[in-house]
């Protein structure tokens, strides 16, 4: 089984969450981790992994580059730039700025001077692999600076992991998504069996959530709800009558804890560090209702 957990905002504590139950899970399931947040990837971090087994650099994306010695300077380049990331160096030379081209290629179609611009496909980020101390693979990804395709990194993770699931013998991968709505997400919410989403009681939180929800819906999956810090906002009922309207069954709710920060900071899933928290209670018992609701 593929589970995704989303949350369409960052800073509801999906991965902090995600950590936890992975570590619940983990006895009794043969489990893999996915960290789809290849822009910002903490999971691996937050279940004490410092160090990678393996890595694998991803190539795919494009950017243009000026051969000086055939450029004539006539600047056309410059001015057709859609994104305006082509400028004038010290020396006179036509050069692309790498972190800010597209790979359209525009530039290289309205060269007068036929092979004087070409595309050069170059790094976009790197996949990798590790066993986390808990004896469970994860697989994260990371995102050079400016580079596109996320989305194609995150499906080369996922397909990573269903090779090493075959590989071991696993039975559930188990995808932490990036916040937003955007390619990362797409290609983490694409393929799953079942949809976990994470939301706090605010009005922000309630409006990108429901935002990720199309995402869900559009690929015909089940989704559930748990409610992170669901208690910093009493008077708020968006969140339950949303979730009521939808059909979305809500997994549980759990408390605020100002540990949480703590216990990223000892790169330990939170429920290992302060089992005892009203919040560890809460997400055992979420967790329980996945066994038995979701996994069954």
Request: proline fraction near 5%.
């Amino acid at each position: 089984m593929q589970i995704v957990i989303a949350s369409g905002k960052g800073g509801v504590g999906k991965s902090t969450v995600t950590a936890s139950l992975l570590y619940l899970l983990k006895d009794e399931y043969r489990l893999i981790a996915v960290d789809a947040d290849a822009e910002a990837p903490n999971l691996g971090l937050l279940l004490g992994v410092t160090e990678w087994e393996e890595e694998r650099e991803h190539v795919g994306a494009k950017i243009a580059r000026i051969n000086t010695e055939t450029c004539i300077r006539c600047g056309i380049c410059q001015m057709r730039c859609p994104y305006e990331c082509i400028y004038v160096d010290d020396e006179g030379n036509y050069v692309v700025n790498e972190l800010t081209c597209e790979g359209c290629n525009v530039c290289g179609l309205v060269c007068p001077v036929p092979g004087t611009i070409t595309l050069e496909q170059v790094r976009s980020g790197v996949i990798r692999k590790a066993t986390t101390k808990y004896g469970f693979p994860i697989i994260s990804a990371q995102l050079d600076v400016g580079r596109p395709e996320s989305g194609k990194l995150v499906t080369e993770e996922k397909e990573w992991a269903k090779q090493i699931m075959k590989e071991q013998n696993l039975e559930h991968m188990i995808v932490d998504s990036a916040a937003g709505i955007g390619c990362q997400v797409i290609a983490s919410v694409g393929g799953a069996d079942v949809a976990i989403l994470i939301a706090e009681p605010t009005p922000a939180s309630l409006s990108d959530v429901q935002r990720v929800y199309k995402v869900v819906q559009h690929f015909h999956e089940p989704a559930y709800l748990i409610i992170n810090k669901a208690d910093i906002n009493p008077g708020f009922t968006g969140l339950k009558e949303w979730a009521e309207q939808e059909g979305i069954p809500i997994l549980g709710e759990i408390p605020y804890d100002s540990a949480i920060p703590k216990s990223m900071s000892m790169l330990r899933p939170f429920i290992e560090a302060f089992p005892e928290s009203k919040a560890s209670q809460a997400i055992r018992e979420i967790a329980e209702v996945i066994k038995q609701e979701i996994i069954k």
